[in-house]
């Protein structure tokens, strides 16, 4: 196994003297490091007490070790201004794409500061997911505790064989369109003792899902557990093998529901 400690790379990486870059550029590096390793495990430790602010950050490329550790012990923290976003993509602040084998644990809080965007829900203007992984398979997630999304705290696209346990995923009531876990084109996905509130669905499956099995999860407040909206347009929408149980839904708008869009005739 190899272990790199995010805080003597931080402390390490001393060539920038913009701060937020700089630990940027250090988180960079050590994700290259930690996906180059060779061993059977690697294992980037983001370290208990310390508290990192990123600016949108995609964690990509397949990775050379059969299974990535991504160990969060202290507090990961988004930007606090909109203009920290000039000139990055607003689609999502933090990003895993193509790493399979991958396990994002521990204690620690990804924040996603996202009372800054709020005040825009219902406007043109995009606001970013918190937390997202497209083409992962064999993810694990567990432990951690999600906080105040711009929009979705986590994404799940194009994954297959995934399992979530124990998360704590928290945003007002009034924070409009947050869910908790957001889930499309995906397969073999469990959910299993999740604590989720939030100002929008708690968990919301999408077009292109099967398989997916979701137990013991304690929703509310938010919008109860979704499949859909299905058929937007009139498109065909698949969703196949859902199961629900053993959850509580408490001070939520439904409990499971399905959601399809009408079709209005011409």
Request: hydrophobic share 35%; glycine share 10%.
């Amino acid at each position: 196994m190899e272990l790199l400690e995010m805080k003597k790379v931080y402390y390490s990486f001393r060539l920038n003297k913009n701060e937020t870059l700089r630990l940027l550029l250090a988180f960079m590096k050590a994700w290259i490091a930690v996906c180059r390793a060779r061993s059977s495990m690697a294992v980037l430790n983001v370290p208990r007490g310390k508290k990192f602010s990123l600016k949108p950050s995609q964690f990509g490329c397949p990775c050379n070790s059969p299974n990535v550790h991504f160990r969060v012990g202290g507090e990961i923290v988004g930007p606090s201004k909109l203009s920290d976003w000039r000139g990055c993509h607003v689609s999502r602040w933090l990003s895993f794409r193509d790493v399979n084998g991958l396990t994002v644990d521990g204690n620690g809080l990804i924040d996603g500061q996202g009372a800054i965007w709020w005040k825009y829900a219902g406007d043109a203007k995009p606001r970013p997911l918190a937390l997202g992984f497209s083409s992962c398979n064999n993810l694990k997630l567990s432990g951690l505790t999600h906080i105040n999304s711009p929009r979705s705290h986590i994404s799940i696209n194009s994954c297959t064989n995934v399992t979530i346990t124990n998360l704590r995923i928290i945003a007002p009531e009034t924070s409009y369109n947050t869910d908790g876990i957001d889930i499309s084109s995906s397969s073999n996905v469990r959910i299993q003792d999740c604590y989720i509130g939030t100002g929008d669905d708690c968990i919301a499956i999408n077009s292109g899902c099967n398989n997916i099995s979701i137990a013991g999860v304690d929703c509310g407040p938010g919008h109860g557990i979704s499949v859909g909206s299905l058929g937007k347009g009139g498109a065909k929408a698949g969703v196949e093998d859902i199961r629900v149980e053993h959850c509580t839904f408490n001070g939520t708008l439904n409990g499971a529901r399905i959601k399809t869009w009408q079709v209005i005739e011409d």
